[in-house]
């Protein structure tokens, strides 16, 4: 149990790898095309990754609208989940401590940084547990088009100092979503039985001799993960057994966006079985293999907005209509955002760790609202700023988590995934 009566049980974070940007997505800045090519003044150029290609002020190429009866204001590159703008509970004001990726995807993941503590994920399954013991409490999905994993690699999902049992599963992106998941065809159920029990009889002898080792603990119940998962997940990872009208709601009939649409109707399986945390990558490793617009902002976003759009708005639309929605907090974001300048050498933008915006939707959020806001060209959160901590510590409220009350004792001192920081957003909660 949390610490209080919990508005979401279940977590889906989709995460737009490579920082995507506010002004062009959910930040509309008509004073960016007032001030198109004008040098901004006073500007820090180690604001941005590239300091030796700051360009003048640049307008979106993409144009506006508002939608819903909330009236949000969303670029052209998000046609579907324009129409789920009154579900949506945004935040404008968002920023980081680093311009550099891996360090910034470390930080919104984990809270530091730096490598070597928990994530998110691996928080919340450590304080709250699975609701599915024969699935994997936090399981991770990244980009299946070859592009490869976010920079950081399996450091974003890592258990950190927290028993292993408690990282994120990671499928694979191609072939068998997890290895081995089909038994040896030459081994009954019985045989596989007896094996793994006389395993577990000598690793917990091994275990009372080593003074209860908390890795050779989590490496004992892996392995029984592992027998219950080739039960259990084929069938919750098997989305081809969906109706048609569903699998064409996710987008799984139209080839630029399947990929993502699988993904997405797979994270809906999965936390309608129970599973508690799932995230989900958009964008490989490469910069302009990701959401990392440095040259060109307009082919760089609408080509990944296109890969997500449809699929994101059928998740939201398949949770609500089957009551999910509501005990489903479902989170979107990259790393940090981009300058409203130009990248001298193409027309993309470079990194801002000064303003991004986040949105949550589900799970307890107050439906069709706003808060925060950033400067009159989005350069910096102006307006009720908010600290990755200030996240995290929401997040954990809309699970029943006090962010001051869940920690864990190492190296002397009780950690906590919002360290000695964090506020909860209480505006955007229902």
């Not at 809270?111 to 503590?117: P, Q």
């Amino acid at each position: 149990k949390g610490h209080f009566p919990a508005r979401a049980r279940n977590v889906i974070w989709l995460f737009m790898n490579g920082g995507p940007s506010q002004v062009d997505t959910w930040d509309n800045k008509p004073d960016l095309e007032k001030h198109d090519g004008q040098e901004l003044a006073g500007f820090d150029a180690t604001t941005g990754f590239f300091a030796d290609q700051v360009g003048p002020i640049m307008k979106s190429p993409f144009p506006f609208a508002r939608h819903g009866q909330s009236g949000t204001w969303v670029s052209e590159v998000f046609p579907h989940l324009a129409a789920h703008v009154d579900e949506m509970a945004f935040i404008h004001s968002c920023y980081t401590d680093t311009n550099n990726h891996a360090p910034a995807l470390f930080q919104i993941n984990t809270g530091f940084n730096r490598l070597g503590f928990p994530s998110v994920g691996a928080w919340v399954t450590y304080g709250l547990g699975s609701e599915n013991r024969n699935l994997p409490g936090f399981v991770v999905m990244y980009d299946t088009q070859g592009r490869g994993l976010p920079k950081g690699y399996a450091q974003n999902w890592s258990s950190g100092f927290l028993p292993g049992v408690f990282q994120g599963t990671a499928l694979n992106a191609q072939g068998p979503p997890i290895d081995n998941l089909q038994r040896d065809p030459t081994m009954s159920a019985p045989r596989q039985r007896a094996q793994l029990d006389l395993m577990s009889a000598l690793n917990k002898e091994h275990l009372r001799r080593s003074d209860d080792d908390a890795q050779l603990t989590a490496r004992i119940q892996s392995f029984e993960l592992a027998y219950r998962l080739q039960m259990a997940a084929p069938e919750a990872l098997d989305y081809e057994k969906e109706p048609e009208a569903i699998k064409r709601l996710y987008g799984l009939d139209d080839a630029r966006c399947a990929h993502f649409g699988k993904q997405c109707l797979m994270a809906r399986r999965l936390v309608e079985r129970g599973v508690r945390f799932v995230q989900i990558y958009s964008g490989g490793e490469e910069n302009e293999r990701s959401w990392d617009g440095h040259m060109n902002i307009e082919a760089n976003h609408r080509g990944f907005a296109g890969e997500t759009d449809k699929p994101i708005a059928g998740l939201l639309a398949d949770l609500k209509q089957r009551g999910l929605l509501q005990s489903t907090l479902v989170i979107w974001c990259g790393e940090f955002g981009r300058l409203p300048l130009v990248q001298k050498g193409g027309t993309g933008r470079d990194h801002n760790p000064h303003a991004f915006t986040t949105w949550f939707a589900g799970g307890g959020v107050k439906r069709g609202t706003h808060f925060g806001a950033t400067d009159e060209i989005g350069h910096k959160a102006a307006e009720n700023r908010v600290h990755i901590n200030d996240l995290h510590a929401t997040i954990l409220h809309l699970l029943g988590i006090d962010h001051l009350r869940l920690t864990y004792r190492f190296g002397g001192r009780d950690f906590r995934l919002t360290d000695v920081a964090g506020s909860v957003v209480k505006q955007i909660i229902a």
